[in-house]
């Protein structure tokens, strides 16, 4: 039986009158088969449950940080019990190998979830600023709009710290991997959250997405995806006049110091490239290496590429599965035509790839001999592609990695994390490893440029849920003091 869902709305599976009840098809990207159908939900669907996140607004903004708390850390026990289910769906719908999808796709949220809850309960939301109380309290109600890559960790990032600040939400996942926000609508269920604190709509960015971003209800929207569709967000808000979060994409570098362990750092790089079939946001996609080490690098990756064999990712070995559609099949095949045209060559690896008879399969790619300026360079692929590039000394490596529209992420390289991080605060970018530091669910995660602004995860971004309000009060006032908590 392949699965139909409704919409979750004001804590009921709702079926609206938009479309007379079309439905979308959600495909597994490695075997092309429908695994489910989801509403195509538009305007009515938005309005319902908006108005459900209002009505709910008054009552959830007004409950106890600690009470918000252990809702958060409830959803974290109901999703953890069913975080192999969950695992599997990604593994299904996005083409995540499994073993990624259950150590990254699903134990980061989960981790998001619990980090969170312990934030709202020791944050101090009321303080005192001379004669005032000024009180850091929700922002309203909360449009987030979700991709298709990291599908629970992106909805997690948003929908923990909104409503653990007092928000109330109404959720657009993505229609290309829109079942395991519908699992996560049965946990919110299951954990008995006040009906309306958490709506999900299920429908396209060009109809629900929009309808939800330009509505006047909305107080906020965090939207994380492209450019054009960041853009289009914006535009919206602005008509409302509503504060907005935007993670757009990323250009990411792995700068790759004379001093550094060229060995680890080119393992450690080609692996970042190619997590996710290169569909992360924060992927390290230009490779900057010393002139005098290039080809080295080149040798070690051609050694290296054999392991990134495209697969099927319910495999337990898999490292690398398919995109997650036939337009993104699309959309990396013209890049890399595109460059391979342009005199880029590529790295053939020591043995061919074979790829799978069916699914939205494609070869890692490692392409050298690129110019700067070509798309493959400056853009977002999203897919296995890396590209190699030699710089000249120390200034010409943060002139190129500086060089894109984007500054999501990065790497620097180095024998000493000291050098690295002097030559990383010359990077125009929201986050940086150096020398391969793990990525920290504690800390900001967001970027510069077209990448987008405000942040994501830990205390900054629980901030970006709340407002302020400031209670002047005669000096003297029995009040000070007593309620600043």
């Given amino acids: 039986m392949i699965s139909r869902y409704s919409h979750f709305i004001d804590g009921c599976w709702i079926d609206t009158g938009d479309h007379d009840g079309q439905t979308l098809s959600v495909e597994n990207p490695a075997t092309t088969e429908t695994i489910a159908y989801i509403l195509r939900g538009g305007s009515d669907a938005v309005h319902r449950a908006v108005s459900a996140a209002q009505r709910a607004f008054s009552t959830w903004s007004a409950t106890e940080p600690s009470t918000r708390a252990a809702y958060l850390r409830a959803l974290a026990d109901k999703v953890e019990e069913n975080a192999e289910s969950f695992a599997q769906t990604i593994c299904a719908e996005v083409g995540t190998p499994i073993r990624i999808a259950r150590e990254v796709q699903t134990a980061l949220p989960i981790r998001v979830l619990r980090r969170t809850a312990d934030l709202v309960n020791d944050t101090i939301f009321v303080r005192e600023i001379g004669n005032s109380l000024v009180e850091d309290i929700p922002v ?65 960015g060009a109809e629900a997405g929009a309808a939800l971003a330009a509505h006047p209800g909305i107080d906020m929207i965090s939207f994380t995806g492209s450019v054009s569709g960041g853009a289009a967000v914006s535009r919206a808000a602005a008509e409302n006049v509503v504060r907005t979060a935007l993670e757009l994409g990323g250009k990411s570098a792995s700068v790759i110091l004379p001093s550094a362990d060229l060995t680890t750092a080119v393992k450690v790089g080609l692996a970042n490239c190619f997590l996710n079939s290169g569909q992360t946001c924060s992927a390290w996609t230009r490779m900057l290496v010393p002139r005098n080490a290039y080809y080295a690098v080149l040798d070690s990756i051609k050694a290296l590429l054999a392991r990134y064999g495209p697969s099927d990712p319910s495999d337990d070995n898999s490292r690398l599965g398919p995109v997650v559609s036939a337009v993104q099949l699309r959309r990396v095949q013209h890049f890399i035509g595109d460059a391979l045209a342009r005199g880029a060559h590529r790295v053939e690896p020591e043995t061919p790839f074979v790829l799978p008879s069916a699914g939205h399969f494609v070869e890692p790619t490692v392409l050298f001999d690129v110019a700067e300026s070509d798309p493959v360079f400056q853009e977002e692929v999203f897919g296995p592609v890396l590209v190699v590039h030699p710089y000249d000394d120390v200034d010409d490596a943060a002139r190129l990695a500086n060089c894109t529209q984007y500054g999501l992420a990065g790497g620097v390289w180095a024998a000493t994390d000291d050098e690295a991080l002097a030559f990383a605060r010359r990077l125009r970018t929201g986050q940086i490893d150096i020398n391969g530091g793990p990525f920290n669910p504690d800390a900001p995660f967001g970027g510069f440029k077209r990448s987008g602004h405000g942040r994501e995860l830990g205390p900054i971004g629980l901030a970006e849920y709340l407002t302020t309000r400031s209670a002047q009060l005669r000096p003297g006032s029995e009040l000070l003091r007593a309620t600043a908590h």
């Fill in 140 to 204: 309203g109600v909360v449009a987030a709009i979700t991709p298709w890559n990291y599908p629970l960790h992106q909805i997690i990032a948003k929908l923990a710290p909104a409503i653990g600040a007092g928000c109330t939400v109404v959720l657009k996942p993505s229609e290309v991997a829109p079942i395991n926000a519908l699992m996560l609508a049965e946990a919110v269920a299951a954990v008995g959250l006040p009906p309306g604190v958490v709506n999900i709509v299920t429908g396209t």
